[in-house]
C-alpha cells in the first residue's frame, strides 16, 4: 500500500467521527456512515487537519454494498492497515415483555449480523499485519437493555472468537472499553443524565488510540 488506509464503520457521528477525524492525516480515512451531512462535516474536519477521507454514505446492514466497498479498496490501495467498527442501532430502553419486533430485528442487522458478514470481508484486506478495532459496551442482562445488550454483546462474543482464532497469525483484534461518552446514543438511552459528567467522544478517540498505540 502507498499509503496507510483506515475503514471507520461508523464514522458519520459519535466515537466514529472522533476516531476518523484523529486518524488523520495519519491515515486516508475510508469513513463509513448513513447520515451524509454527518460525513461531509467529517470530511471538511479532516481536510482542516491536512487529511484526507474517502467517504462512503453506505448502510452496513447491505451487504452486496460491502462487498462492493471492500472490493473498491482492494482495487484502489491493496488492503487497509485498520479497521475500526464503531456502527451501531441503539434501540429504545424497553422492557424485555414490550420488545418492538423491528427495533429487535434491525438491532440484530446491525449489531450482529453485519459484523459476521463484514469480519469475511475486511480480513483479507488486513492480511496478517493489519489490525482490527472493537468497541464493547457491556448492558447484557441489564434491565431495559434488551435488544441493546443482547446484540452488542453478542457482536462483541464474536469479536473475542476472531480474536482467540487470530492471535498467532494475524490480524490483530482489540476489543476496547470507552468510558461512557456524550453522544447521541447516550442520551438516547439516558436523556436527564448530566451531560458534563460524560467523556467527550474526542477525548475517548485519543486515549483509545494512544493506549492500543495505533497514534
Same mark, same amino acid.
Given at each position: ?8 464503520? +461508523?464514522?458519520?457521528?459519535?466515537? %466514529? ?12 480515512? !475510508?469513513? !463509513?456512515?448513513?447520515?451524509? +451531512? ?16 474517502? /467517504? ?21 490501495? %491493496? +488492503? ?12 429504545? /430502553? ?9 427495533? /429487535? ?10 459484523? #459476521? ?9 488486513? %492480511?496478517?499485519? +493489519?489490525?482490527?478495532? &472493537? &468497541?464493547?459496551?457491556?448492558?447484557? %442482562?441489564?434491565? &431495559?437493555?434488551?435488544?441493546? #445488550?443482547?446484540?452488542? #454483546? ?18 490483530? !483484534?482489540?476489543? !476496547? ?11 438516547? &438511552? ?26
Amino acid at each position: 500500500m502507498s499509503e496507510q488506509i483506515a475503514l471507520v464503520t +461508523g464514522a458519520s457521528r459519535g466515537l %466514529g467521527f472522533a476516531l476518523a477525524e484523529a486518524l488523520a492525516p495519519a491515515y486516508h480515512v !475510508v469513513a !463509513v456512515g448513513r447520515t451524509i +451531512g454527518g460525513l461531509e462535516d467529517l470530511d471538511d474536519r479532516i481536510k482542516a487537519r491536512g487529511g484526507a477521507a474517502t /467517504l462512503a454514505p453506505m448502510d452496513i446492514t447491505k451487504t452486496d454494498a460491502m462487498a462492493q466497498l471492500c472490493r473498491s479498496i482492494w482495487d484502489r490501495w %491493496g +488492503g487497509a492497515a485498520l479497521w475500526l467498527h464503531t456502527a451501531v442501532h441503539a434501540a429504545p /430502553l424497553t422492557p424485555a415483555s414490550h420488545l418492538d419486533a423491528k427495533d /429487535l430485528e434491525k438491532s440484530i442487522a446491525t449489531n450482529l449480523t453485519a459484523t #459476521g458478514v463484514l469480519i469475511p470481508f475486511v480480513a483479507p484486506l488486513l %492480511g496478517e499485519a +493489519g489490525r482490527a478495532v &472493537f &468497541f464493547a459496551d457491556d448492558h447484557a %442482562g441489564e434491565k &431495559f437493555y434488551g435488544s441493546y #445488550g443482547t446484540t452488542k #454483546g453478542a457482536q462483541i462474543a464474536l469479536a473475542r472468537s476472531w480474536q482467540a482464532e487470530s492471535a498467532k497469525i494475524g490480524p490483530k !483484534v482489540d476489543i !476496547v472499553q470507552p468510558l461512557p461518552m456524550n453522544t447521541t446514543t447516550r442520551m438516547r &438511552f439516558h436523556p436527564g443524565e448530566d451531560k458534563d459528567a460524560l467523556a467527550s467522544p474526542y477525548a475517548e478517540a485519543a486515549r483509545l488510540l494512544s493506549e492500543l498505540g495505533i497514534l
